[in-house]
Each structure stands twice: as structure tokens, then as C-alpha cells.
């Protein structure tokens, strides 16, 4: 299962729930269980369902209410590139909300390193890997400087990020003269810039390469978490930090590489976002954090750290998504968009306070 | 003794802060530019051609900027520290054409002359003098040349509009309402986006005006109606988004974009036929105007007179489009890239 280690870190409430059965005493708990305590035990071992619940009630819902042009594989695939830059700033984001922290610099830092690539590749003209190379590096420095200013700073994730925020923000505004650089431009440079923008036709669908890397980001990060000693660290940390610097963790350099690995998604995002909006724009994305936060919370993980899966995030930039297409393809004005997201971010984080009751 | 030295700096930076507006006054005039945000390179402009013009004429400039486009917190904070300054006017371009009347108004009770640039106020007179583009006949010159481009197919046109945000300001309603009645719609209410019932009009979508909302909103109005033939939107790096998504599909051969501004990358766009055609306006005259009113105002208390027949004094719009139309003043790309700003 996706969550084991959800599973492992609430192991004790789910032993005394498999013990209950077996034990004389429990036989009128059982008894006394209805459907709705059994659907809410079965969530509250495997939380991930409940994203995955919302999505499906959501498109269902949406089918019905906006039509069959919701449902076409084109619009399908086209919401699927319409989270893809939200979605990946969603995984650096879940890395350090994993951590108990939060990153309010996410979408600075992915904006920043698409103007330091877009810079250096087309108005200095330098060669375009190169030119990627140097906006990774700015994008991965950044992110270690977040984590110094945490660890040996000792400044709260959130008011360290606000402050990058704002720095980061004000460099980009100054490196790009809050100008974009146009598609054509990059097309004659370096088109390379650009190539999260194509896309392949398959089954009616347009599947663009910003997609693919949206889900592979996804799947390496959900490996990495559960399948790797740093992953496991992570989790740690986010759950317990003194108690796993008792056990041995390093939490320091743990949380400095969550910053760091942060940072250089959101340049990986960065490159994406050239080809998604077919230019470097440095205006774009301006709410990207909290929409990347939005994605977080919907997908399950705890803002207290140490608990849920990445992919929970992956399906929660998808239930925005759908939700935002939907209303759009039935021609709800935008306000009332606004306002079903943010019922959307309440209820999600309702039900999964509601989950974790169980142990009461 | 380091930090003995730091103090002693410290409290001469605070005299000097506290003491420095009133001799300043004295000697040298100060003004305020409050534009709305720093990330549009319309407003950067403006800044720059009011630092210039300040600088020429030895004047002494502030300059202020909400964050983003509706932040009208930061604009009010701003104007009070201009007029704590002691500075002989403002030049204003209000986030918020109502929010921003109290403080204004005070403003103009400190003896300060007022001006809003590109957004007039709610009422327009709440200012002393509004220098701004029309933004309706802005919209208006590409309704019409769109109008004009078309001909007989206007009437099967198929349209989608791509405006700002949820908040409808001025500038956004004055270019949409501009263009749709240039285009020859019933705009009804010409202060409300949306209202009007023309069956030709596919839908509307906010895009905050840059190229990712763009490209998002023009991809879910094209899930409406893929037939989308005619596209209007709010600046041109919404229309380059939007192009972007009209390339994804297929189409760019048949959909016409138009938009407003004059921003230098979106003449370029003209030129390679992106854009059908664009409405420039002027923020360097807007804001260099601005200071010189300022200036003869602190030298003999004249106020501006708006031009005659409209409520404000109109810097002038140009249709840029290398494929004019008949009856339709424009110039072409290769010499509005000579004008445009950014």
C-alpha cells in the first residue's frame, strides 16, 4: 500500500482495532460498529483514499452538471497539463510540509530560475543546457539557503520563507524587467526551453511532456519517501524531531536537503512552465504557493508534518483541476469558482480531522 | 565602542529621517508616484518616465507600488507616508477606483495636487486631474478594426474574452465594453463584464493578465465552443498565452487575436502576426506630464484642465496593425515598435 507508513505511524491504533474481535471483551464493540465508524476506520488506515474518494465524486459530479464535453479524453488530458506546474511545485511543497514546515518561496523559486534560464539561454544567447544547468544550480542554492536559515538560523519555515519569498520575487522582477521573453524568441535560441510544451496524441487525448514529468516527479518522489533511509528520516523528523535526533537522525542535514531537493523541483518546474505558458513570463504563477499549499491539504498531508502519502498531493492538484474545468466548461463566473475551492480546502481538512478521531 | 558608534549612526539616520521632509520642502520640491504594481512593465515604465522628467527638472521623487494588481492596502499606506513628506503632489494609479477617495481626499486637504494616471477615481473629480488613456476607445479602435476585418463574417463570429480578474475594475470593464460595443454588440450595463446576451459571444474568462492565464482560459473557453473564431483579451501577454493554447488546438490559422496595451513584446507579436492588432497607450507622457503639472502647480498653484468633452485629460491611444482597415487610422508595426513602452 501507498501509505505504509501512515499505516506504521498510527500501527498501535490499528493493532487494538485487528485485537478487538479476537478479545471476549470486545465482542459488543463489534456489535456496536456502524457502517459510517467502519467506513471511517477503513479511511483512517488508508487515508489516501479519501483524495482519491473526492476525485471520483468530483468528476462524476461534473460530469453531470457540465456535460459531455467535460468527460471528452481531450479535456481529460487538458486538466491533467493544467496542474502540471501547480503539481510539481505541490511535491517540493509536501517535502517540507512532511517536515512540519511549510515553503511560502516555492513558486519565487520556480519562477526565478526560469528567468535566470530564459536570460542567460536567449537575451546573452549561451548555449541552453548550460544555461538550465546554472538555473538548477540557482534553484537548488536557494532552497539550501531556506534550510540554513531554518537550521542554523533557527528561523521558523514560515517566516524564512516569507522573507525569500519577497527576495526572490524582487530579483526576479529585476533580472526579467517584468518582461516577458516570447515564444518566438525561444523558439529561434533555444528551443529546448520550451520542450515540456510539446505533446503526444494518443486516444484523443493531448498528453504533453509537462504532463509526463508532473507524474513521474510524482512516482520518483513517492519511491524516494518510502523506499530510501532518507525518506523514512523525513518522516521522522516531521513526526518527532527530538525524538529522532534520540534515534540517531541528523535532523539538521535532513531538513537542510528538504529545502535543497524543494528548490530544485521548483526549478524543474520552472523549465516546465516555459513550455505550459509558451514563454518566460515572470508574472505568471503569482499565487503558485498557495495554490501548491491548496494541493497539499486537499491531497491529505498533514500541515503538522510527518503524515500522509506524496501521491495524496497528486490527486489534490487533480480535484482542483477538475474542480476549476468544471465550473469553468459550465460557465460559472470566476467568483463563485473562488468560493468552491475554498469550501473544497475546509472540507477536505474537516473529513480528514474527522478520520483521525478514530483512536478517541 | 562598535556598537556605541552603531547607535550614534543609527540616531543620525532617525534625525535624519524625521528632520529631512521640512527642509527638503524648503528647498527642493518632492513628489509621489504610487503605481500599482511593481510586475506590469507598463508601470515600470511610468516610473521611468517620471524619474526622468523629475530628474530634469530637479525635483525630488518617492515612488511607491501595491503588490499586486486590486492591492489598495499598500497604495494608502503609501500616499500617507507622501503626504507625512511633505510633498507637493501625488501621482496616483488607484488599485482601487472608490477605496482610494478618503485618503485622496485628504490628500487634497493637506494641499497636495492630486492626480490619478491611466485608472481615474470613483467619482473621477474626487482627484484634482486624471491624465489616462481612454480605455474604452482603446477597446473600441480594435472592435472596430475587428469589425471592419471580418466584414459579413462578423455577424457568425465566434467570441471569447479574456479579462483580468474577479474584481472588475475600471480599466478592465472600459476595454472589454470598448471593444464589444466597437465590435457593434449591445454592451448593455457598459460597467458590467458579462451581462450582455449577444449569442455570438462564447464566453468570458479572467486570466490576471499574464500568459499562463491566458493559455488556462483560453483552453477552457475553446472546451466550450471549439469553433472559437475571435479573441479579445486584456493585455498581450494574455494574448500570447492564449495564442499558445489556439496553436495547441490546431487553429491559429483561423482565430483572430486582438488586444490592448502597446507593450514592446506585444508590437513584436503584431509583427509576426500573433496579435491582429493591439491599441497602444502612452505611460511615459502619462506620468511625465504628471510631474511637469506638479511642478507648475508648486510654482504658481495652476491646476490641469482635463480635455474638453471628457472628465480627464486624454494622452492619446494608436491602433497598431499591419493589416489596417479602411476608414481606420492606424500605424504599423515597424513604427509602433519606435513608441511602445517596455
Same mark, same amino acid.
Given at each position: ?360 | ?89 501625488? /501621482? =496616483? ?6 477605496? &482610494? *477617495?478618503?485618503? #485622496?481626499?485628504?490628500?487634497?486637504? !493637506? @494641499? ?108 477552457? /473557453? =475553446? ?6 473564431? &475571435? *479573441?479579445?483579451? #486584456?493585455?498581450?501577454?494574455?494574448? !500570447? @498565452? ?101
Amino acid at each position: 500500500m501507498t501509505n505504509n507508513l501512515d499505516a506504521l505511524a498510527d500501527k498501535a491504533v490499528d493493532a487494538d482495532a485487528a485485537a478487538e474481535p479476537a478479545g471476549g471483551f470486545a465482542q459488543f464493540d463489534t456489535d456496536a460498529i456502524g457502517p459510517v465508524q467502519k467506513l471511517q476506520r477503513f479511511l483512517h488506515s488508508y487515508p489516501t483514499f479519501v483524495p482519491l474518494i473526492v476525485l471520483a465524486v468530483s468528476l462524476i459530479g461534473f460530469g453531470l452538471f457540465a456535460g459531455s464535453k467535460f468527460f471528452a479524453p481531450y479535456n481529460m488530458s487538458l486538466i491533467v497539463q493544467q496542474v502540471s506546474i501547480i503539481g510539481i511545485l505541490a511535491v517540493a511543497q509536501s517535502l517540507v510540509i512532511l517536515t512540519a514546515g511549510i515553503d511560502l518561496s516555492v513558486a519565487a523559486i520556480m519562477v526565478l530560475s526560469s528567468v535566470v534560464a530564459g536570460n542567460l539561454a536567449v537575451k546573452l544567447g549561451w548555449p541552453p543546457i548550460p544555461s538550465l544547468f546554472i538555473s538548477f544550480l540557482v534553484g537548488t542554492g536557494i532552497g539550501l539557503m531556506n534550510g540554513f536559515l531554518v537550521t542554523r538560523v533557527k528561523l521558523p519555515p514560515f517566516i524564512a520563507t516569507l522573507g525569500t519569498w519577497n527576495v526572490f520575487y524582487a530579483l526576479n522582477l529585476y533580472l526579467s524587467g517584468a518582461q516577458s521573453i516570447r515564444g518566438s524568441e525561444i523558439d529561434q535560441t533555444a528551443p529546448i526551453l520550451k520542450v515540456f510544451g510539446e505533446s503526444l496524441s494518443v486516444f484523443g487525448t493531448k498528453i504533453s511532456y509537462g504532463s509526463l514529468l508532473f507524474v513521474a516527479v510524482f512516482l520518483v518522489l513517492w519511491y524516494a519517501l518510502t523506499r530510501t533511509a532518507w525518506g523514512r528520516h523525513i518522516y521522522a523528523v516531521g513526526d518527532d524531531k527530538e525524538a529522532a535526533e534520540l534515534a540517531g537522525i541528523r535532523t539538521d542535514r535532513v531538513l537542510i536537503s528538504v529545502y535543497a531537493v524543494a528548490g530544485f523541483i521548483c526549478a524543474l518546474a520552472g523549465w516546465s512552465a516555459i513550455g505550459r505558458v509558451g514563454a518566460v513570463s515572470p508574472t505568471s504563477f503569482f499565487e503558485g504557493n498557495l495554490q501548491s499549499i491548496t494541493a497539499v491539504v486537499i491531497g491529505g498531508i498533514s500541515l503538522f508534518g510527518g503524515r500522509g502519502s506524496i501521491l495524496g498531493p497528486l490527486v489534490g492538484a487533480l480535484i482542483v483541476g477538475v474542480f476549476q474545468s468544471g465550473l469553468r466548461i459550465a460557465g460559472v463566473d470566476v467568483l463563485w469558482q473562488l468560493f468552491a475551492i475554498g469550501w473544497l480546502i475546509i472540507i477536505a481538512v474537516a473529513v480528514d480531522q474527522w478520520i483521525r478521531k478514530v483512536s478517541a | 565602542m562598535h556598537s556605541t558608534l552603531a547607535r550614534a549612526a543609527f540616531g543620525a539616520l532617525l534625525a535624519s529621517v524625521a528632520f529631512a521632509p521640512p527642509v527638503q520642502a524648503q528647498e527642493k520640491i518632492t513628489a509621489c508616484l504610487v503605481t500599482k504594481t511593481e510586475i506590469n512593465p507598463f508601470f515600470v515604465k511610468m516610473k521611468e518616465g517620471a524619474s526622468a522628467k523629475a530628474a530634469e527638472l530637479g525635483i525630488e521623487l518617492l515612488t511607491f507600488a501595491g503588490k499586486q494588481d486590486g492591492d489598495a492596502d499598500t497604495q494608502i499606506a503609501a500616499i500617507e507616508s507622501c503626504i507625512a513628506s511633505g510633498a507637493k503632489g501625488i /501621482l =496616483l494609479t488607484p488599485n482601487d477606483s472608490s477605496a &482610494l *477617495v478618503p485618503i #485622496i481626499t485628504k490628500a487634497r486637504e !493637506a @494641499g497636495l495636487l492630486t492626480i490619478a494616471l491611466d485608472t481615474p477615481l470613483d467619482p473621477a473629480n474626487a482627484a484634482d486631474a486624471t491624465f489616462a488613456t481612454d480605455n474604452f476607445k482603446a477597446g473600441e479602435f480594435v472592435g472596430k478594426w475587428t469589425a471592419g476585418k471580418l466584414g459579413d463574417a462578423a455577424k457568425d463570429a465566434k467570441i471569447a474574452l479574456l479579462n483580468l480578474n474577479a474584481q472588475e475594475i475600471t480599466v478592465d470593464y472600459m476595454r472589454n465594453q470598448g471593444f464589444l460595443s466597437g465590435f457593434g454588440i449591445d454592451i448593455k450595463n457598459p460597467t458590467d463584464i458579462g451581462d450582455e446576451d449577444d449569442p455570438r459571444i462564447i464566453g468570458n474568462a479572467v486570466t490576471n493578465a499574464n500568459e499562463e492565464g491566458g493559455r488556462t482560459g483560453m483552453e477552457s /473557453l =475553446l472546451q466550450i465552443d471549439p469553433e472559437i473564431n &475571435l *479573441v479579445y483579451t #486584456i493585455n498581450e501577454p494574455t494574448a !500570447a @498565452g492564449a495564442y499558445e493554447a489556439i496553436k495547441a488546438a490546431g487553429r491559429e490559422k483561423d482565430v483572430t487575436v486582438v488586444s490592448i496595451d502597446g507593450g514592446c513584446p506585444g508590437v513584436q507579436n503584431i509583427k509576426e502576426g500573433v496579435i491582429g492588432a493591439t491599441s497602444m497607450q502612452f505611460p511615459l507622457l502619462m506620468a511625465s506630464m504628471g510631474i511637469e503639472a506638479i511642478k507648475a502647480f508648486a510654482d504658481s498653484g495652476k491646476k490641469p484642465e482635463p480635455t474638453p468633452g471628457l472628465d480627464f485629460f486624454n494622452t492619446g491611444v494608436e491602433l497598431i496593425t499591419d493589416r489596417p482597415v479602411d476608414g481606420l487610422p492606424s500605424i504599423t508595426a515597424d513604427e509602433g515598435l519606435k513608441k511602445c513602452w517596455g
